[in-house]
């Protein structure tokens, strides 16, 4: 699987080229879909208006929105009661997942769940574009600072599938988002390297090769 972490969406021309090239194709022929999930488990998320705004491509983060030939939803709530042969073929079919942001580990519970992050491995052709908490959850930790709901048994690890943690959201001091100094003071909790990364920033991961794309400021804090 091919992975765009980013923190704020695919927010300007240097990312949307990342994806592009990722994907392999331009956007308009690409098949997409969406993964609101994250945002039901986030208490200032939640379900109900952001949920949809996200799901039609009304939010303030560009993702549904992009221009694609298709976009489905794929809601990982749902598969747990849905046999295999109902959704693992369309998760297979598309070329793009759309990782909404929220919740990060009520995000990696249900992608367990549901049989999804089983299924990743062998999506060796599809794009994963993340989203803030859909960019975490591919790191190996979150830490404490980016837990607000913990699964049943309160297992707080996360998928491992890069080998560094990300901080989304770096913004300047006095503006809204982690100011560099917080995001400091999380990595130190944090095992291994992480990305301190803002809203104009993406981190592009293809076989283990590791490319940060930004038009902003973004830092690598080491372990």
């Not at 331009?26 to 952001?50: F, M, N, R």
């Not at 299924?119 to 404490?144: C, H, I, Q, R, Y």
């Not at 913990?150 to 491992?160: A, K, M, N």
């Not at 100011?179 to 809203?199: F, L």
Request: net charge negative; aromatic share 6%.
């Amino acid at each position: 699987m091919k992975l765009l972490l980013t923190s704020g969406g695919v927010t300007n021309t240097s990312i949307r080229q990342a994806l592009v090239d990722l994907v392999g194709k331009p956007i308009a022929e690409s098949t997409a879909l969406c993964i609101p999930t994250a945002q039901y488990g986030h208490p200032s998320v939640g379900p109900g208006v952001k949920a949809w705004e996200f799901i039609s491509g009304r939010s303030s983060n560009p993702m549904v929105d992009l221009g694609w030939r298709s976009v489905g939803v794929l809601e990982l709530t749902a598969l747990p009661s849905i046999d295999e042969e109902h959704w693992v073929p369309l998760v297979r079919e598309a070329d793009v997942l759309l990782a909404a942001g929220g919740d990060v580990l009520y995000l990696c519970h249900w992608m367990r769940e549901s049989g999804l992050a089983d299924l990743l491995p062998s999506l060796e052709e599809t794009t994963w574009v993340g989203l803030s908490a859909g960019s975490m959850v591919m790191t190996p930790e979150v830490g404490e600072d980016f837990i607000q709901w913990r699964p049943p048994g309160g297992d707080d690890s996360t998928l491992g599938l890069v080998d560094f943690s990300i901080c989304p959201h770096l913004a300047r001091d006095g503006m809204p988002g982690n100011s560099m100094a917080e995001a400091e003071q999380w990595a130190a909790g944090i095992a291994g390297p992480a990305y301190a990364i803002d809203d104009q920033t993406a981190i592009a991961v293809v076989d283990g090769t590791v490319e940060v794309v930004s038009e902003g400021h973004w830092r690598l804090l080491p372990s």
